[in-house]
DNA sequence: TATGAATGAGATTTCATTCAT
DNA sequence: AATGAATGAAATCTCATTCAT
């Protein structure tokens, strides 16, 4: 187990390439139609070598989908803190879900990915993740929000669960084939159904 | 023309124990890792003959959702109109999700297949499909209950849309791994829910 | 499992033409170094195919081994049964051996094959084999010549089976590496070890 | 002859894990299935390391064979030695057999690594190993004894070796297969037959 | 000297599809 | 029309061997 710092950075690297170029080819052609030799040779890397970092094609599909959406749900909050005028956690919600929206719009690649991905076991794996790019994990500033916020809410958690879900459900039909509607016009009635949601939970 | 009777029957019942043979494999070993040899096996069926009945397993795939999820949907619409004295359309949409929900928490192989693939396509698929049991078809007992209703909502389609996917993205988790909560907690925040959205959508 | 004559027929020269190609590549390069394609190459036969005949390698070449040993003893069998004058059970057993030598060393390749593979299942295997060339099995032949001669002796199978092994074991040093000695001067040694086993279980 | 005392001996360490790895690996899984990786992972040994001591999987297949086959010898030897009462070479032929028997019985494992293993090549190694735990190597104790004994013997080491072969060849099945009996009943008849083999060579 | 990550040749194995019967 | 044997491309996976550290 001794390893230097190099050995460990460079196994990092591979492991890094091998979920980008996994990434890329998952999306393209799909998981059937991806081999891991297709991986390997995108990411410059020997075929054997792929199962010192994965164990097969669908374990490297469910590390890539964690990573990916952690990232979306990453820049969503990041971009939350910078807007310090956004006070009720119900407008925080909807600046959240705005804001993944305009992510899975402007990266179709990547909403086709993650559709149908989004699972509460995900969802968890998200709020915990402490393999961020922040110090803190998602959680902690969710918790912090609900501390800070005026209105309370019965199981917060549980709600914004649900709403995660409604959004993910949503998303693919909407931006990638304007089903129902495209999703600019679609956004008013998932916010305020997102609204309606959060203030039937309200407490007091 | 030179069809017999018997022998059109002959098909149907081959097609029949296709799909029955292919829902079965699929639930349990996921699309994956079932082949066609496979289904015809279980099916009893030469694995030639599957070509002449489905183009491969993605096409038998698409045929078992429209269908499952098509009984899925007729049983509840059914029921739902022996309920005669159920006269809200509000409490017509709560009474159709828990039929569902009690469905799926029955025939928990259906849920496991149904799961992830409910899309707006086959969401109109069946609201078309004329291979129902019944004389009509799903949408136009819907618009009869819309026309009916006093109340009014604001593109009543899409809402109906919203809350199947809704119903889809969540009974997974909470009927087969008790997350967020077991389906039976879980119900009433999951109808407040929906009654939130139906509220906010009503006209006048 | 409706199979008509030529099908039945084709199949019985498929798995002829695997086992014959199993054979000699086993014996050319050992099977360690033989692959499943190469032998099906070698037997003019789709890789894929190999695998509706036999599981691996190492099916096919226990099933060889069972074959060629059964071979070996039904022709030693069948010109026994033509010197009509060799009477005595101990003279018909070296017989027996002397021709199992003789084709051993006249099939060097067959000798490397069966080497260190004879053991009491192949035997018994072997004696029982209905899929000979005779109509009766070797066991009820040896059945018969034990109760035609009059000398009788404690354990006759037992004894052919201590003598098989030693002959199994004997034959690939001396006749391939003359060690201890070439065959024809270990010959006179062997069979008087032979006799002197047998001498020592006559009855009475 | 920079090489202290303490580097030779952990050498001396090291070959000996990696034979008691592969010595545990090829009964467990046989040759054929067991790589040079699980043999250096089992001897917590780098799996580079292995070719500064072996040179394939083969190479320490042997060395162990010649080894663990030296040691079942040496045991019988050492045993016979104690024994100074027995005095006939016919009778100590018997002792060593037995002990052998005896060993292997209680050690199955090692009954089914040396299984069809045993060679003429194996049998003279073994005689002239200078490895063993004894000053003198067995040959000489053979020769030794041979002279000793008043009974002589036409050609007494390829007797010797048609025994051995004889006892390896009826070893295996029944110690641990009770076939063609359990070796405790197929003992007297095995010593007869030796003794058999050994009368039938007595000179004068 | 020892290590084990990396390699890629080559082995095994699967399976959609064809086609003679 | 139905079959299932045959195919071989393409996938998965293994592992002996090398070599930078």
Redesign the interface.
Known sequence: MKQDGKAAMNKLKKREALMQAGYELFTEKG??HTSIADIADKAGIGKGTFYSYFEDK?DIHDHIISRKASMLFERAQKDLEKNTQIILLEDQVIFFCDHILNQLKEDKVLLRFIH??L???VFTDILDNKATAFGKNIRSLIEIAIKRSDVKYR?A???L??IT??L???A??SIL?N???PIDE?KP??F??I???M???ELQ
């Open positions: 998981i059937a669908y149908r991905n699972s509460w076991n199981d958690y549980g709600m669960y649900l879900e409604l993910g459900a949503v693919y039909a084939e089903k129902p509607k679609f009635d998932l305020e159904a609204r309606a949601i203030k039937q939970r």
